[in-house]
């Protein structure tokens, strides 16, 4: 397997323009999370979902993310409209199932730059 | 919610054995975590403990003990390559009847020569 598959790995854009990040989850895998890491705040859980469906969001900082899962294999996290605090780099991670190894599986990330 | 406590910067010699510990606070618990995580990349899955004692991967151990809110990592035989960040994660009770994990803010490890 491929493994989680994230694009696109770095994006630099202005403030006020749209961002959108994907994901491409580990064929099978039942979760997907979405994270955010900076220096100043370390990782930090956006939002999961379980087989497509948004079930905690309570990470998202603001009106101005939102995430969608339309199906098993695909993800976004889009920013709208973007702001320079929102520079970071967003991982996404997926998981086969709750409990057992707890294993998350981690894509290599994209690297945010508002400017 | 869940808080974890862990030192931010530890530095230790190659070859030598380091400890990195990580303290919970959680409403309700299922097991603690591990991850590494290297300059520029992801982080990688280490082991997981949902009960208490020692579990042993090469030379990697980690530890629980749940009545202390407690576990620990454990690195043997250093190498300069084991020089990054390790994040503990706990996994606990959410609503619905779902688990959610929380990442302590990680121990940046520096192996010298």
């Known amino acids: 397997d491929a493994g989680v598959i994230q694009s696109p790995r770095h994006e630099v854009t202005e403030m006020g323009q749209e961002v959108t990040l994907r994901c491409k989850p580990i064929s099978g895998h039942d979760y997907l999370f979405w994270y955010r890491q900076t220096m100043m705040r370390g990782l930090e859980l956006l939002i999961y979902?379980?087989?497509?469906?948004?079930?905690?969001d309570s990470g998202m900082p603001e009106d101005r993310f939102s995430a969608k899962m339309p199906n098993a294999s695909f993800s976004t996290l889009k920013i709208q409209p973007s702001e320079p605090r929102d520079s970071a780099v967003y991982f996404c991670a997926s998981s086969p199932r709750q409990g057992s190894t707890d294993t998350q599986y981690f894509g290599p990330g994209t690297r945010l730059t508002v400017l | 919610g869940q808080s974890l406590e862990q030192p931010s910067e530890v530095t230790a010699v190659e070859g030598a054995i380091v400890q990195i510990n990580c303290t919970y606070q959680t409403s309700g618990f299922y097991g603690l975590s591990w991850y590494q995580q290297h300059d520029g990349g992801a982080p990688t899955f280490l082991s997981y403990n949902a009960l208490d004692g020692l579990e042993e991967t090469g030379r990697f151990s980690s530890f629980l003990s749940r009545s202390d809110s407690y576990g620990y990592l454990l690195l043997q035989e250093l190498q300069m390559k084991d020089s990054a960040s390790y994040f503990c994660a706990v996994r606990a009770p959410h609503s619905g009847g779902y688990q959610k994990v929380t990442f302590g803010t990680g121990t940046k490890l520096q192996v010298i020569p």
């Open positions: 979902f379980n087989n497509n469906v948004p079930i905690d």
